[in-house]
Protein backbone atom coordinates (compact mmCIF):
# COMPACT_ATOMS: atom_id res chain seq x y z
CA UNK A 1 0.00 0.00 0.00
CA UNK A 2 2.86 2.39 0.74
CA UNK A 3 4.32 1.82 -2.65
CA UNK A 4 1.33 2.55 -4.14
CA UNK A 5 0.26 5.70 -2.49
CA UNK A 6 4.01 6.56 -3.28
CA UNK A 7 3.69 5.83 -7.64
CA UNK A 8 0.39 7.77 -6.56
CA UNK A 9 2.14 10.80 -4.87
CA UNK A 10 5.14 11.02 -7.91
CA UNK A 11 2.08 10.79 -10.63
CA UNK A 12 0.18 13.58 -9.60
CA UNK A 13 3.77 15.62 -8.49
CA UNK A 14 5.09 15.04 -12.15
CA UNK A 15 1.56 15.75 -13.31
CA UNK A 16 1.44 19.46 -11.49
CA UNK A 17 4.77 19.76 -12.51
CA UNK A 18 3.95 18.70 -16.39
CA UNK A 19 0.59 21.53 -16.28
CA UNK A 20 2.70 24.33 -15.06
CA UNK A 21 5.74 23.74 -17.41
CA UNK A 22 3.09 23.58 -20.26
CA UNK A 23 1.50 26.58 -19.03
CA UNK A 24 4.80 29.08 -19.07
CA UNK A 25 5.71 27.52 -22.05
CA UNK A 26 2.33 29.05 -23.68
CA UNK A 27 2.79 31.79 -21.82
CA UNK A 28 6.19 32.75 -23.40
CA UNK A 29 4.64 31.89 -27.01
CA UNK A 30 2.11 33.96 -26.61
CA UNK A 31 3.70 36.87 -25.30
CA UNK A 32 6.23 36.35 -28.00
CA UNK A 33 3.83 36.21 -30.77
CA UNK A 34 2.25 39.19 -29.57
CA UNK A 35 5.21 41.44 -28.94
CA UNK A 36 6.51 40.19 -32.34
CA UNK A 37 3.56 41.00 -34.60
CA UNK A 38 3.51 44.92 -34.64
CA UNK A 39 7.68 44.30 -34.88
CA UNK A 40 7.34 41.84 -37.88
CA UNK A 41 4.92 44.28 -39.53
CA UNK A 42 7.07 47.59 -39.03
CA UNK A 43 10.03 45.65 -39.93
CA UNK A 44 8.35 43.87 -43.06
CA UNK A 45 7.23 46.98 -44.19
CA UNK A 46 10.53 48.72 -44.04
CA UNK A 47 12.38 45.67 -45.68
CA UNK A 48 9.94 45.33 -48.33
CA UNK A 49 9.73 49.15 -49.68
CA UNK A 50 12.84 51.56 -48.54
CA UNK A 51 15.25 52.59 -50.20
CA UNK A 52 17.68 53.03 -47.59
CA UNK A 53 21.81 52.12 -47.75
CA UNK A 54 20.72 50.78 -44.14
CA UNK A 55 18.09 48.48 -45.68
CA UNK A 56 20.75 45.59 -46.61
CA UNK A 57 22.18 45.96 -42.88
CA UNK A 58 18.52 45.29 -41.07
CA UNK A 59 17.95 42.86 -42.93
CA UNK A 60 21.32 40.98 -41.84
CA UNK A 61 20.74 41.10 -38.20
CA UNK A 62 16.98 39.99 -39.34
CA UNK A 63 18.38 37.10 -40.54
CA UNK A 64 21.25 36.48 -38.11
CA UNK A 65 18.96 34.39 -35.68
CA UNK A 66 18.54 31.52 -38.26
CA UNK A 67 21.79 31.02 -39.27
CA UNK A 68 23.94 31.67 -35.86
CA UNK A 69 23.81 28.74 -33.52
CA UNK A 70 21.44 29.72 -30.11
CA UNK A 71 24.04 29.15 -28.04
CA UNK A 72 25.73 32.14 -29.60
CA UNK A 73 23.07 34.28 -29.27
CA UNK A 74 22.69 33.17 -25.85
CA UNK A 75 25.64 34.05 -24.62
CA UNK A 76 25.79 37.31 -25.97
CA UNK A 77 22.28 38.15 -24.53
CA UNK A 78 24.08 36.81 -21.39
CA UNK A 79 27.19 38.86 -21.18
CA UNK A 80 25.13 41.57 -22.61
CA UNK A 81 22.30 41.41 -19.99
CA UNK A 82 24.40 40.46 -16.92
CA UNK A 83 24.63 42.34 -13.95
CA UNK A 84 28.21 42.29 -13.93
CA UNK A 85 28.19 44.31 -17.00
CA UNK A 86 27.11 47.76 -17.59
CA UNK A 87 23.97 47.91 -19.62
CA UNK A 88 22.47 44.50 -16.85
CA UNK A 89 24.11 46.89 -13.85
CA UNK A 90 22.55 49.57 -15.15
CA UNK A 91 19.19 48.28 -15.53
CA UNK A 92 19.34 46.26 -12.21
CA UNK A 93 20.38 49.83 -10.18
CA UNK A 94 18.01 51.95 -11.40
CA UNK A 95 14.95 50.00 -12.65
CA UNK A 96 15.44 47.02 -10.43
CA UNK A 97 15.21 44.93 -13.90
CA UNK A 98 17.02 41.74 -14.01
CA UNK A 99 17.01 40.07 -17.61
CA UNK A 100 18.98 37.24 -16.59
CA UNK A 101 17.35 33.84 -15.08
CA UNK A 102 14.61 35.82 -15.66
CA UNK A 103 10.64 35.92 -16.66
CA UNK A 104 11.07 38.82 -19.05
CA UNK A 105 14.66 37.97 -20.24
CA UNK A 106 13.31 35.25 -21.41
CA UNK A 107 10.61 36.88 -23.34
CA UNK A 108 13.19 38.78 -24.80
CA UNK A 109 15.40 36.66 -26.45
CA UNK A 110 12.17 34.66 -27.85
CA UNK A 111 11.83 37.64 -29.06
CA UNK A 112 15.12 38.39 -30.76
CA UNK A 113 15.38 34.47 -31.75
CA UNK A 114 12.53 34.20 -33.02
CA UNK A 115 11.80 37.83 -35.11
CA UNK A 116 12.93 36.22 -38.61
CA UNK A 117 9.82 33.67 -38.62
CA UNK A 118 7.52 37.05 -38.35
CA UNK A 119 9.69 39.30 -39.96
CA UNK A 120 10.72 37.67 -43.44
CA UNK A 121 7.26 36.27 -44.58
CA UNK A 122 4.98 39.61 -44.20
CA UNK A 123 8.27 41.41 -45.77
CA UNK A 124 7.75 38.45 -48.62
CA UNK A 125 4.38 38.71 -49.16
CA UNK A 126 4.60 42.77 -49.40
CA UNK A 127 7.22 42.55 -52.01
CA UNK A 128 4.90 40.35 -54.25
CA UNK A 129 2.08 43.00 -53.97
CA UNK A 130 1.41 44.78 -57.41
CA UNK A 131 2.48 48.57 -57.35
CA UNK A 132 -0.78 49.54 -58.31
CA UNK A 133 -2.12 49.05 -55.23
CA UNK A 134 -0.31 51.57 -53.46
CA UNK A 135 -0.36 53.79 -56.17
CA UNK A 136 -3.92 54.12 -56.32
CA UNK A 137 -4.93 54.25 -52.27
CA UNK A 138 -1.95 57.15 -52.33
CA UNK A 139 -4.11 58.74 -55.48
CA UNK A 140 -7.09 58.59 -53.46
CA UNK A 141 -5.50 60.95 -50.89
CA UNK A 142 -4.49 58.11 -48.51
CA UNK A 143 -1.05 58.30 -46.36
CA UNK A 144 0.97 55.38 -45.78
CA UNK A 145 -0.15 54.05 -42.62
CA UNK A 146 -4.09 54.17 -43.68
CA UNK A 147 -2.34 52.21 -47.26
CA UNK A 148 -0.51 49.93 -45.07
CA UNK A 149 -3.53 48.95 -42.52
CA UNK A 150 -5.97 49.15 -44.91
CA UNK A 151 -5.14 48.15 -47.80
CA UNK A 152 -1.72 46.13 -48.01
CA UNK A 153 -2.58 43.94 -44.69
CA UNK A 154 -5.36 42.71 -45.77
CA UNK A 155 -4.16 41.39 -48.75
CA UNK A 156 -1.20 39.15 -47.36
CA UNK A 157 -3.57 37.73 -44.07
CA UNK A 158 -2.47 34.23 -44.84
CA UNK A 159 1.58 34.99 -44.51
CA UNK A 160 0.41 37.38 -41.25
CA UNK A 161 -1.14 33.79 -39.97
CA UNK A 162 2.28 32.04 -41.37
CA UNK A 163 4.40 34.56 -39.19
CA UNK A 164 1.97 34.32 -36.13
CA UNK A 165 1.81 30.20 -35.91
CA UNK A 166 5.85 29.66 -36.90
CA UNK A 167 6.90 32.16 -34.26
CA UNK A 168 4.88 30.28 -31.59
CA UNK A 169 5.73 27.46 -32.85
CA UNK A 170 9.36 28.20 -32.79
CA UNK A 171 9.58 29.93 -29.61
CA UNK A 172 7.82 26.35 -28.09
CA UNK A 173 10.15 24.26 -29.13
CA UNK A 174 13.66 26.86 -28.59
CA UNK A 175 16.66 25.39 -26.34
CA UNK A 176 19.59 27.22 -26.70
CA UNK A 177 18.51 30.68 -26.26
CA UNK A 178 16.45 29.74 -23.60
CA UNK A 179 19.12 28.01 -21.65
CA UNK A 180 21.42 30.69 -22.18
CA UNK A 181 19.41 33.58 -21.19
CA UNK A 182 16.51 31.93 -18.62
CA UNK A 183 18.04 28.89 -16.89
CA UNK A 184 16.55 26.18 -15.72
CA UNK A 185 13.81 27.99 -13.01
CA UNK A 186 10.43 26.49 -11.71
CA UNK A 187 8.06 28.43 -12.60
CA UNK A 188 9.48 30.92 -13.98
CA UNK A 189 11.86 29.68 -16.72
CA UNK A 190 11.57 26.35 -16.96
CA UNK A 191 9.77 26.03 -20.61
CA UNK A 192 9.10 22.28 -22.09
CA UNK A 193 12.32 22.18 -24.27
CA UNK A 194 14.33 22.85 -21.50
CA UNK A 195 11.86 20.48 -19.58
CA UNK A 196 12.47 17.36 -21.85
CA UNK A 197 16.35 17.35 -21.64
CA UNK A 198 15.98 17.69 -17.78
CA UNK A 199 14.13 14.65 -17.40
CA UNK A 200 15.95 12.86 -19.58
CA UNK A 201 19.26 13.73 -17.84
CA UNK A 202 17.17 12.39 -14.48
CA UNK A 203 16.24 9.30 -16.24
CA UNK A 204 12.22 10.15 -16.22
CA UNK A 205 11.62 9.09 -20.01
CA UNK A 206 7.93 8.74 -19.54
CA UNK A 207 7.74 12.35 -18.57
CA UNK A 208 10.41 13.73 -21.05
CA UNK A 209 7.96 11.75 -23.52
CA UNK A 210 5.22 13.21 -22.66
CA UNK A 211 6.83 16.88 -23.11
CA UNK A 212 7.85 15.74 -26.48
CA UNK A 213 4.85 14.36 -27.72
CA UNK A 214 2.83 17.17 -26.83
CA UNK A 215 5.17 19.47 -28.11
CA UNK A 216 4.74 17.37 -31.24
CA UNK A 217 1.29 17.46 -31.55
CA UNK A 218 0.90 21.10 -31.12
CA UNK A 219 3.23 22.15 -33.54
CA UNK A 220 1.76 19.30 -35.74
CA UNK A 221 -1.72 20.91 -35.41
CA UNK A 222 -0.80 24.31 -35.86
CA UNK A 223 0.96 23.28 -39.15
CA UNK A 224 -2.04 21.49 -40.55
CA UNK A 225 -4.14 24.65 -39.49
CA UNK A 226 -2.42 26.94 -41.33
CA UNK A 227 -2.10 24.77 -44.47
CA UNK A 228 -5.89 24.34 -44.66
CA UNK A 229 -6.16 28.54 -43.68
CA UNK A 230 -4.30 28.90 -47.09
CA UNK A 231 -6.29 26.78 -48.99
CA UNK A 232 -9.46 28.67 -47.67
CA UNK A 233 -7.96 32.31 -48.58
CA UNK A 234 -7.20 30.53 -52.14
CA UNK A 235 -10.73 29.80 -52.57
CA UNK A 236 -11.17 33.23 -51.36
CA UNK A 237 -9.08 34.86 -53.51
CA UNK A 238 -6.72 36.61 -51.00
CA UNK A 239 -3.82 34.48 -51.76
Request: hydrophobic share 55%.
Amino acid sequence: MEFLESLNLTFIANMAEFFDTMKLTFLVAFLTTLILLPIGIALGNYLAFSQSPLRPVIEVLVWMPLVLPPSVLGFYLLITFSPKNALGAFLLEHFNFKLVFSFEGLILASVIFSLPFMANPIKSALSSLSKSLKEASFTLGKGRIYTLFFVLLPNIIPAILLGCVTSFAHTIGEFGVVMMIGGNIPNQTRVASIAIYDEVESLNYPLAHQYALSLFLICFVLLLAIFYLNKHFQKKGIV
